[in-house]
């Protein structure tokens, strides 16, 4: 029995630096490659120990698939590649590379050259690491090498996200990295073939939400907003500069478009322009209404949101600002919010997951008075609201994906324990597969069972199809094909017992079987073989039946001879080991016809 090998160095039991170890097939293959934000020590990045004490990164990995471009799913990629040492294929879609660098440079300009980490990658390292990736479209089949082949199919989420399809022979595993199963404004809704893998290893991101309509949400959302700039207040929108900024942006454009309000909003210099290009150049991955309305107008040029700059934090009067990043880990966004958090006037609504150890968690988590690293208090009197515009599948959306995907076992990653452990339940419950949620470090083992492919002979399959046109084939069944088993070099073949005798130099002995029905009934034996003859030819009509002038029938290398007197009649059937199914059907068909008359 083949078995299929799964090590999270993270995501396991946790959100944030999402690195799966897959095993499949004698393969080994790294499923992203993220760093934690919630950590500035060696906890940021996997560890990856778990295989340099015995080997080399090269020598271990037969490639590295990368599901998206946000940082917690490929921020540790340069440090792993360039200071750990990895020189094999690193597999993204064309979106993912090309947005992936700037959002690895921006935030190593974050770390190192405003807070002078150290050990952290160079922007030198970025550009190395990137000349290794291939690009691979989506529903592209990509032989990594001769058996390991991958295909990437559409996942929402983010701009050129994809969950892939990796195989290995018969065993086949789905990693979906980050989706999202419901449509919005700027891109289409995850979708994959119904591919029935070996095992499904799926985000629990949001393993115990359903949320509410996506409508209210947003109505809720622009209430909020309203009521805080018509009250002259500031509202703070953490957001990461791809994905839900730009959701929210078409929203709030049409709405200050609809309600002619003067309020300015803004978003993170330099970062719209970036965005637009982006979107611009792969516009085929954005929603439908996005691609259909592009050629008239682009919904990602907006006439309302004008580019921030830092001196406008100072600035008095009602403002909605976008900065990144989106859990308030660093960057701008902390920088507006440690000076608008003790106005009470003022709202940071969150519109995404914070990762534990975020000022964005722990705000969210009721702290109301927080401590940083220079030993600075702050106090937060501004309304803390969130609202969920998240881009990962909801409950439903997981289960969804499992129903339609049908696969033999389920893992759950990325997620918080209690929830998985609660999904987990309703999960083995509606589809009664085995449904698993690791922690980091820990091996979970899937076996897997596949049949062996055998090439079947035609004289082969001739037979049958013959004798299925004895009675009609019933499809719950087994079909049961009588041959001889050969093996040839790597392959299998069933054939005709003959021609594997004649394959291996062998004489063949034929072996029969005979039975003998006595009747009673009047007239001739010729009477008697010719009610026979027309019994056999109504209910095989597509089978040649001969029936010789002494008055015996042979169909197929089954003989039917009858003899005795005027009285009583013998029917001798005789049959050879390979029409044993014909022969018994002939004489089970002649018992049945005295049995009724």
Same mark, same amino acid.
């Given at each position: 029995?083949a078995e299929?090998?799964?090590?999270p ?13 897959l095993t ?10 993220g760093m934690h934000?919630g950590f500035?020590?060696?906890?940021r ?9 015995t080997?080399k990164?090269?020598d271990?990995?037969d490639?590295v698939?990368i599901?998206h ?17 990895y020189?094999?294929?690193?597999y993204?879609t064309h979106?993912t590379?090309?947005i992936c660098p700037?959002?690895?440079?921006d935030y190593r300009?974050?770390?190192?050259d405003r807070?002078?980490?150290k050990?952290?990658f160079t922007?030198d ?8 990736? $291939?690009? %691979? ?7 990594v090498?001769?058996e ?5 199919y559409y996942?929402g ?8 399809h990796?195989r ?8 979906t ?5 419901t449509?919005d404004?700027h891109?289409?809704a995850?979708?994959?073939?119904k591919?029935?893998p070996d ?13 509410d309509?996506?409508?209210c949400?947003e109505?809720?959302?622009l209430?909020?907003?309203?009521d805080c ?5 500031k509202?703070l ?11 929210l942006?078409i ?11 003067k309020?300015p909003?803004?978003f993170s210099?330099?970062l719209?322009?970036k ?7 792969f516009?085929t991955?954005?929603?439908q ?11 990602f040029?907006?006439?309302h949101?004008?580019?921030f ?6 600035n008095p ?7 990144t ?5 660093a960057g ?8 608008w958090a003790?106005?009470k006037?003022?709202?940071i609504?969150?519109?995404g ?7 964005g968690?722990k ?6 008075k927080l401590?940083f690293?220079?030993?600075?208090t702050?106090? $937060?009197r501004?309304?803390?609201q ?6 990962h599948?909801?409950?439903k959306?997981i ?5 339609h ?11 918080e324990a209690?929830?998985?452990g609660?999904?987990?339940?309703k ?16 091996t979970i083992?899937?076996p ?7 090439? $079947?002979?035609?004289s082969?399959?001739?037979r049958e ?6 009675s ?7 079909k049961v094909l009588h041959g001889?088993?050969?093996v040839k070099?790597n ?9 594997a005798f ?9 072996l029969?079987?005979?039975?003998t ?10 009477q008697?073989a010719?009610?026979i003859?027309?019994?056999i ?6 089978c040649?039946v001969?029936y010789?002038?002494d008055?015996? %029938?042979? $169909?197929?290398d089954v003989?039917i ?8 009649k013998h029917?001798l059937v005789s049959?050879s080991?390979q029409?044993?199914?014909l022969?018994?059907?002939l ?9 009724q008359?």
């Amino acid at each position: 029995m083949a078995e299929i090998k799964v090590t999270p160095l993270g995501a396991g039991q946790d959100v944030g630096r999402s690195c799966i170890l897959l095993t499949i097939g004698g393969k080994n293959i790294m499923l992203d490659c993220g760093m934690h934000m919630g950590f500035n020590d060696e906890r940021r990045f996997p560890d990856f120990t778990y295989i340099t004490k015995t080997e080399k990164l090269t020598d271990y990995f037969d490639c590295v698939i990368i599901s998206h471009f946000h940082l917690d799913h490929c921020g540790g990629l340069p440090y792993m590649s360039e200071i750990i040492g990895y020189d094999g294929p690193i597999y993204m879609t064309h979106p993912t590379k090309a947005i992936c660098p700037i959002l690895l440079e921006d935030y190593r300009k974050i770390m190192v050259d405003r807070k002078g980490e150290k050990d952290f990658f160079t922007s030198d390292m970025i550009k190395a690491c990137m000349k290794k990736v $291939v690009t %691979i479209n989506l529903h592209q089949s990509i032989q990594v090498d001769d058996e390991l082949e991958i295909k990437p199919y559409y996942a929402g989420h983010v701009l050129g996200a994809a969950m892939f399809h990796i195989r290995v022979g018969q065993q086949s595993v789905v990693y979906t990295g980050d989706y999202n199963m419901t449509p919005d404004r700027h891109l289409g809704a995850a979708s994959i073939d119904k591919c029935r893998p070996d095992l499904l290893i799926s985000e629990s991101t949001y393993a115990t939400t359903i949320r509410d309509s996506k409508r209210c949400r947003e109505r809720d959302f622009l209430k909020k907003v309203h009521d805080c700039v018509d009250k002259g207040g500031k509202v703070l929108i953490p957001v990461f500069a791809l994905g839900r900024a730009q959701e929210l942006c078409i929203l709030l454009e049409t709405y200050w478009d609809r309600m002619n309000l003067k309020v300015p909003i803004y978003f993170s210099l330099g970062l719209t322009e970036k965005a637009n290009h982006y979107y611009k150049l792969f516009i085929t991955w954005t929603s439908q209404k996005i691609k259909e309305t592009f050629v008239k107008r682009n919904l990602f040029e907006f006439s309302h949101i004008k580019p921030f700059d830092r001196a406008y934090i100072e600035n008095p009067g009602p403002m909605v600002v976008f900065a990144t990043p989106g859990m308030l880990h660093a960057g701008l966004s902390l920088q507006i919010f440690k000076k608008w958090a003790p106005v009470k006037e003022n709202m940071i609504i969150m519109p995404g997951y914070c990762v534990a150890g975020t000022v964005g968690h722990k705000i969210l988590n009721g702290v109301r008075k927080l401590e940083f690293e220079n030993k600075q208090t702050l106090d $937060v009197r501004l309304s803390v609201q969130y609202m969920s515009f998240s881009a990962h599948a909801d409950a439903k959306g997981i289960m969804q994906l499992i129903s339609h995907c049908e696969p033999r076992s389920v893992m759950l990653v990325h997620g918080e324990a209690a929830k998985m452990g609660f999904l987990q339940s309703k999960i083995q419950q509606e589809f009664g597969v085995d449904c698993t949620f690791p922690a980091n470090g820990q091996t979970i083992t899937i076996p897997t069972k596949h049949s062996i492919s055998v090439d $079947v002979s035609l004289s082969l399959l001739k037979r049958e199809a013959h004798l299925a046109s004895l009675s009609p084939p019933d499809p719950k069944k087994r079909k049961v094909l009588h041959g001889a088993l050969l093996v040839k070099g790597n392959k299998l073949q069933l054939v005709e017992p003959s021609h594997a005798f004649r394959e291996l130099g062998l004489e063949e002995h034929h072996l029969r079987f005979t039975c003998t029905v006595t009747v009673e009934e009047d007239g001739s034996i010729n009477q008697t073989a010719d009610k026979i003859y027309q019994l056999i030819r109504g209910k095989l009509k597509e089978c040649p039946v001969q029936y010789s002038s002494d008055g015996s %029938i042979t $169909v197929s290398d089954v003989l039917i001879k009858v003899s005795g007197d005027e009285d009583t009649k013998h029917i001798l059937v005789s049959w050879s080991h390979q029409d044993e199914d014909l022969g018994s059907y002939l004489l089970q068909l002649i018992r049945t016809e005295y049995t009724q008359t």
